[in-house]
């Protein structure tokens, strides 16, 4: 492995002289004594091409996807485009201040304004919010929006969200904060949410329904309106959540087949960065009679005039983030589809589905494909279980043996209901040959179960930090360098 930049120290080695201080310093009048370093600081000394070299040989031993393919599934990890990237640094942009009059800001407002309308649009919705500046954050926006309604409407005993066993780890946590129960109900044979089990749990406490769809075993819940049915029986609401809405943009629109909240995932679906633990953009868009409740202002448009709406701040709920949301975030969600056009944003979701589908139809003799009879969408779920049982390879050890070929590994045990899963979602940048090139590393990792289990149980073999103690890296992480 690569030496660290500690490791490279040499002592007297610089690579920047700062100019000699010419103001006196007293650090007893800024610093208190108790927090004064007693001893130097123990820095490397380096020159500054070995500092470069040493970010660069970094850089090169992270994973992005600029670098290979990313099939992570139900994440979306698409290529991001660097005109994206380009335009939102423009001065006009970048040198704003929130706080300015709103006449200074006329641009910034039409872009938001547009953004909130394109986004409702194709959703089916009757508006949007942009303030949520993550998917889980919209989760907690949209839970916060459902409770609400329900306070509104003295619904007090409303007490409890039913979810599949298919949903997002992220959907129980959002519904326990917002002061919800969950209740779990089970897929059926086909994957889908079990009707007659949703019917044996909804009662007069149900206060709504969450939903990802498509699934995250990539398959299109096909029952939506007659589940729509069964919940709005009793007044409960239906909660789309967006993760996966790359698959169905442009061919779905959630807000007319029976949702009445759903967050977006701009960081996925509308190829703003995605990873790291960040920025990104959770908007919500809301039926008509849900728009009172939303996070207060919205963008909105009077004589050519755009200006910042606190008509129905007197009945929202509250501000779930800072001004208008990750601003950047959204400039870039919103060149994305003005470049698209509605027909680009179709073939997106077209191309996707396309592309899940050719990769689970050419591994279907190598992997155990729980749900392969059915047409997956973005993405599908294979399992490791032949392997496991047949050679003892679990698809924890498929997964690093991925990382030799030269890839990212896709989602692994989840969703939790397959055995062994693996999630794989190529999204629509991909090309053909890409998506060939990995499909024969995937069945040369079948072939090599049978062949060389060895391989598989030691790999990776060739990446910078070999396979780790997972469980003993989670308790006992330590990240510091002794020197």
Not at 146 to 162: L, Q, T, V
Not at 460 to 469: A, E, I, W
């Amino acid at each position: 492995m690569a030496k660290t930049i500690f490791e490279k120290h040499s002592e007297g080695r610089k690579g920047y002289t700062l100019p000699t201080n010419d103001v006196e310093i007293s650090l007893n009048r800024c610093i208190p004594e108790k927090f004064q370093r007693k001893e130097e600081v123990k820095l490397p000394e380096v020159s500054e091409l070995d500092v470069m070299r040493h970010f660069l040989e970094l850089s090169q031993m992270n994973h992005c996807i600029e670098k290979g393919f990313y099939p992570l599934g139900s994440c979306t990890m698409k290529y991001n485009p660097k005109i994206n990237e380009t335009l939102v640094r423009n001065d006009g942009f970048n040198n704003l201040h929130p706080l300015q009059d709103e006449d200074t800001v006329q641009g910034a407002l039409e872009i938001l304004y547009e953004l909130q309308k394109d986004l409702a649009e194709i959703s089916g919705f009757s508006n949007v919010t942009l303030q949520p500046v993550a998917g889980a954050h919209g989760e907690f926006t949209g839970l916060k929006i459902m409770k609400a309604y329900h306070d509104h409407k003295g619904n007090s005993h409303k007490k409890k969200i039913i979810l599949p066993d298919s949903a997002h780890g992220t959907n129980p946590a959002s519904v326990t904060l917002v002061g919800y129960e969950m209740v779990e109900i089970k897929s059926n044979e086909k994957g889908l949410v079990g009707i007659e089990d949703l019917k044996a749990h909804v009662n007069d406490e149900t206060a709504g329904f969450m939903l990802t769809n498509p699934n995250t075993l990539g398959l299109f819940e096909s029952q939506v309106e007659e589940i729509a049915e069964i919940i709005h029986s009793v007044d409960g609401l239906m909660y789309m959540d967006g993760a996966n809405f790359n698959a169905i943009m442009g061919l779905v629109k959630p807000g007319e087949n029976g949702f009445d909240i759903m967050h977006f995932n701009l960081h996925k679906t509308f190829a703003t960065p995605h990873g790291g633990g960040g920025p990104g953009a959770g908007p919500i868009g809301v039926r008509e009679d849900l728009i009172k409740f939303l996070p207060a202002p919205l963008i909105g448009k009077k004589d050519d005039k755009y200006f910042l709406d606190y008509t129905h701040e007197k009945t929202s709920f509250g501000k779930v983030h800072s001004f208008f949301g990750n601003f950047a975030v959204n400039i870039k969600a919103y060149i994305y589809l003005k470049m698209l056009g509605p027909k680009g944003l179709r073939r997106v979701a077209e191309n996707a589905v396309i592309n899940a589908n050719y990769i689970q139809k050419k591994l279907e003799n190598y992997y155990d494909i729980p749900f392969k009879d059915s047409f997956c969408m973005h993405e599908f779920v294979a399992s490791g279980s032949w392997q496991k049982e047949k050679h003892g390879i679990k698809t924890l050890d498929i997964a690093k043996r991925i990382l030799d070929k030269g890839y990212h590994a896709p989602t692994i045990y989840f969703p939790l209901i397959v055995h062994e899963a693996m999630m794989i979602e190529p999204t629509e940048t991909e090309s053909k040959e890409t998506l060939d090139e990995f499909i024969d590393a995937m069945i040369e990792i079948a072939k090599e179960c049978e062949e060389h289990p060895e391989l598989l149980k030691n790999a990776p073999l060739n990446t910078p930090v070999k396979r780790v103690d997972d469980t003993l890296a989670v308790r006992q992480l330590n990240v510091k360098f002794e020197w």
